[in-house]
């Protein structure tokens, strides 16, 4: 027999303690900010192994940890073996669990809670939905007379939240700063957003859901934004065609195929870019930086509403004092970016992003150097254009232009002149990292 339903009271975070498991810092730091924020005491871990012995130490001093998050993908030990080893422990057995995933693939929530997990969400992390799910999870384990097993909360639970629309976009890129600043930008016009890594996972997605819009990057590995909506175009003609005689090619479980908006995301403005995207079936087309202001008016002119939830007024706390950002041997970023960062997400958020953001650069500088000892021209290029978009999406201008000017210098050969470029660029980064400022 089916288990007798149950429903969740939403508990208050406020003075529960959280214990997050992350290798990437970034993640841990936009938890932390998080729960802090709702009033929560939190302690953080860099590695499964420092988890488990924070939990068990907090137990055995009789100051349990109400509630873990953890993530999937950690070097040694993935989060479900972690959550296996905490369900078979004496006195964490019953500690609440929540997995995040940077790609849920299908099955994985299965996977999730038959590895006790209690909730299951995707990143990047979104604040309202990680709100909503924690407290729907502490409020299923109020202890009950009634022993049913409740439901595996994730990032569908939260559609009950209702300033969001029923419209629900696609963002394809494969930088997570990028990736952040869309989703921030988009949930505050009140839509919802799933987000793939490159152009595979973008058209399988499209094959999952109707999607309302799908804002494409141009440029990711395995399979690049113009080619997928290339597939995704030939699929809607192929369904057409089946309509047109009266066959149906496609699994009847799949979500029947309407044109879906796709934008182009690109760092470049060049002229021809355009064309290009409107040649491989793209409907429009945005430069990075993303600004709220462009993508507004984008959105009303692809999406059947008739009206957008409105952006936050600017907070009235002015951004940080800084030193003049006016070259990259000092502060590279630019002071209106600051300020639409923290009024998209807090004062805290531009800080958490620029360690982000560092770990993105550097990793594209590593490409930068790998290409030039192999003189691979568009390994160099194209490692160059995804640094381009990630400075150019946080502001870091002067960074950004001299990632133009790499991409744009080593179209046949690789000039000496790139190499001290480089160099610089990973000084730059380098120092950005230890800036007591941030």
Request: with cysteine; charged share 20%; hydrophobic share 40%.
């Amino acid at each position: 027999p089916n288990p007798p339903a149950i429903s969740p009271r939403h508990i208050p975070l406020k003075g529960l303690r959280l214990c997050c498991v992350d290798d990437h810092p970034a993640n841990l730091d936009v938890i932390a900010y998080y729960a802090t924020d709702w009033g929560m005491e939190v302690s953080t871990a860099s590695t499964p192994a420092k988890g488990l012995a924070l939990l068990q130490s907090a137990a055995q001093k009789g100051r349990p940890f109400d509630l873990a998050i953890l993530d999937m993908e950690m070097p040694g030990m993935d989060g479900m073996t972690l959550a296996r080893v905490l369900k078979n422990h004496a006195q964490l057995s019953t500690l609440p669990l929540v997995l995040l995933t940077s790609l849920g693939q299908r099955g994985d929530a299965q996977l999730a809670r038959n590895s006790g997990f209690s909730g299951y969400l995707t990143k990047p992390i979104r604040k309202h939905v990680l709100e909503h799910c924690l407290r729907t999870v502490m409020g299923f384990h109020v202890p009950e007379d009634n022993q049913a097993v409740p439901p595996l909360v994730t990032r569908f639970s939260a559609k009950e939240l209702g300033q969001h629309s029923t419209i629900r976009l696609l963002v394809a890129d494969d930088h997570q700063v990028n990736q952040q600043l869309a989703v921030l930008l988009l949930e505050r016009m009140g839509f919802r957003c799933d987000v793939v890594w490159n152009g595979h996972e973008a058209v399988e997605a499209s094959l999952k859901h109707p999607y309302g819009l799908i804002l494409m990057d141009c440029h990711m590995p395995e399979m690049d934004g113009y080619e997928a909506t290339k597939k995704i175009r030939r699929r809607e003609e192929l369904y057409a065609q089946s309509l047109a005689k009266n066959i149906s090619p496609f699994d009847t479980s799949d979500p029947p195929p309407h044109r879906i908006p796709i934008v182009a995301l690109t760092a470049n403005a060049m002229q021809g870019d355009k064309e290009k995207c409107l040649l491989a079936g793209m409907d429009d087309y945005l430069t990075k930086p993303l600004r709220p202001e462009s993508l507004q008016a984008m959105l009303q002119t692809w999406l059947p509403t008739p009206k957008l939830v409105g952006l936050p007024n600017p907070s009235p706390n002015p951004p940080p004092t800084l030193p003049d950002s006016s070259s990259t041997d000092q502060f590279p970023f630019d002071r209106d970016m600051i300020a639409q960062w923290q009024n998209l997400g807090g004062p805290g958020l531009f800080g958490s992003m620029v360690k982000q953001f560092v770990e993105e650069a550097l990793a594209c500088v590593d490409s930068l150097e790998s290409a030039i000892a192999s003189n691979d021209e568009g390994k160099l290029a194209m490692a160059a254009h995804g640094l381009k978009g990630i400075c150019r999406n946080m502001g870091a201008t002067g960074l950004g232009e001299i990632a133009s000017t790499i991409e744009g210098e080593c179209r046949d050969q690789i000039p000496s002149t790139v190499v001290q470029s480089v160099a610089s660029l990973r000084t730059v980064i380098s120092n950005i990292a230890c800036d007591e400022r941030l």
